[in-house]
């Protein structure tokens, strides 16, 4: 993200200000179909800016500043997002942990944002804006019988010696799999997405599902996103934190009206090979300052008891989430009062004395008893 002063003020839309802007302007029929869409540079003089609780507010009640106007945004951002899933997106939404911290940094309290109508919203305009520019760009390049090279968001097909592994993983929880074609795939997946509300073992799923996953990466290479089900999409919408946005950005500012501007496009694949790169640094970064704040916020109840559900096995001992944190640790094996068979699987293990069987999904209670900030690690022994 660019420094607050240039994100939050200069590139920002503020109120009552002037801010010139790059746009992709679309007009729907009565219907709620696209009839038309526009690609240009532009001047925003907006009248009000909405955080997403106040949206989610005025949406609820059905009133307040622009209550009509949000009310119509939602119903067509509701009928893209059925549309997009009919097509074969994929519904997964990974929880997003989020920690409130007192005036030295350190967290006082850990909880799972919560995904509401309002975030959606603007999830399903941006969706479309990205895929509406990158198919705008692809056509043009076709008419003209000559690609022009592009910054294109690609995903590709699931390994399917990853896959079979997994459907095996998800039978010997109860959930059957048609894993024919990348479309079944993509179907099973949404329909575990569906079971997984009700059933706890089923949402210890979801994590390991996504990890079988193709990652996705930019390209000039344009293979499609298998995981939204696009034929052509791109990362237009976030300038302001994602130097993959202003390449497409300069890219379509060129190539406006009859204008045809290409780029040289092997030295395109190595900024996109590179902005691939410092994208998984950041989300590494990002993930290990997670752990390094729950392992913190947890150093404050060393010896207190917790209710979580086993995540993962391995030959060491099993991880545990814990149910009202989202913080894992691992229990090591040699911590309890019996040794335990895990028979080489990652689901199950079994006592091997009093044949008791444990498996992913089950809720245990746990004693968090040591945690380890350079290691980012939390230990916890099972009660």
Known sequence: MLPERLSDELCSLRPLEDKLTFSAIFEFDKDDKIVSHWFGRTIIHSNRRFSYDEVQQILDAGEGDFAAELKQLNKLATKLRHQRFKKGSINFETEEVQFRLDETGTPVEVYVKERKESHMLIEDFMLLANREVATHIARKGIAQEQE???????HDEPNPD???EFALFARELGFEMNISTPKDIGRSFNRLVEASQNDPALKMLEPIAIRTMAKAIYSTDN?????????????????????????????????????????????LEEQCQHISRMERRAMDAERESVKFKQAEFMEKHIGDDFDGFITGITERGFFVEL???????????????????????????????????????????????ATDLLRRRIDMAMI
């Open 162 to 164: 990853k896959v079979a």
């Open 323 to 369: 149910i009202d944190t989202r913080c894992e640790g691992m229990v090591g094996f040699d911590t309890l009062d019996e040794p335990f068979d895990t028979g080489g699987s990652r689901l199950r293990m079994r006592g091997m004395r009093s044949g008791k069987v444990y498996k992913v999904g089950d809720v245990v209670r746990v004693r968090i008893t």
């Open 223 to 267: 293979i499609g996103h298998y995981g939204l089900g696009f034929d052509h999409y791109t990362h237009f919408t976030s300038p302001i934190r994602r130097f993959s946005d202003v390449l497409a950005h300069r890219i379509l500012e060129r190539n406006l009206g009859d204008e045809t501007w290409r780029t040289k496009q092997d030295k």
């Open 148 to 154: 022009i090279p592009f910054v294109y968001r690609v």
